[in-house]
């Protein structure tokens, strides 16, 4: 089977080292959210290399804050993609995307799944996000109510201040 060749967003995230941001600042700036562009963020977020992973899903997120939209066709990608991910960066920014969807109901549950799993994640801000996204995502899909409810219960109780403090937030309706 021949190589992918790379894109030109893959080589520049080679030059993301994990800890300076201003780098993604820079690649935010010289790539317009396009639809490939998000599309290949999408595909860049299941990378081999972590930091170009993590690159990727961090552009994805602060395209999408900034009312970037990811079309239907690159949702339910993301939707396969999802059961596979598990660095915590990738995680987090894919929990704080979830609310940015518009998520069609067929997918609802691979990203009600995902979420529920990132609700049991180590980090407490992945838990308190995952927790919100959930919530989010119920308000869009009824169906997920329950699912959403008993995470905001588990919240209640968490041992982090930042998970308690999110439900605190959700329950003000901010």
């Known amino acids: 089977?021949?190589?992918?060749?790379?894109t030109a967003l893959e080589i520049a995230l080679g030059d993301?080292?994990?800890?300076?941001?201003?780098?993604?600042?820079?690649?935010?700036?010289e790539f317009s959210p396009t639809a490939a562009v998000l599309r290949q963020c999408v595909k860049l977020a299941a990378h081999d290399d972590a930091l170009i992973a993590q690159g990727a899903t961090w552009l994805l997120w602060s395209w999408l804050t900034s009312g970037s939209r990811?079309?239907?066709?690159?949702?339910?990608?993301?939707?396969?993609?999802?059961?596979?991910?598990?660095?915590?960066?990738?995680?987090?920014?894919?929990?704080?995307c979830v609310p940015l969807m518009d998520v069609p109901g067929q997918h609802a549950v691979a990203y009600a799944e995902f979420l529920q799993r990132c609700c049991?994640?180590?980090?407490p801000?992945?838990?308190?996000?995952?927790?919100?996204?959930?919530?989010?995502?119920?308000?869009?899909?009824?169906?997920?109510?329950?699912?959403?409810?008993?995470?905001?219960?588990?919240a209640a109780d968490d041992p982090a201040p930042?998970?308690?403090?999110?439900?605190q937030k959700i329950l003000q309706g901010k």
């Open 120 to 123: 049991g994640g180590q980090l």
């Open 162 to 167: 930042s998970v308690r403090k999110r439900l």
């Open 70 to 96: 990811l079309t239907p066709r690159v949702i339910a990608e993301l939707a396969q993609l999802l059961p596979g991910f598990e660095d915590k960066w990738v995680l987090l920014h894919l929990v704080r």
């Open 125 to 154: 801000f992945l838990r308190a996000w995952a927790m919100d996204s959930l919530h989010r995502l119920a308000l869009q899909h009824e169906q997920l109510e329950a699912q959403a409810r008993a995470a905001m219960e588990a």
């Open 16 to 29: 993301y080292d994990g800890k300076h941001a201003d780098v993604l600042k820079e690649l935010r700036e």
């Open 1 to 6: 089977m021949a190589k992918s060749r790379r």
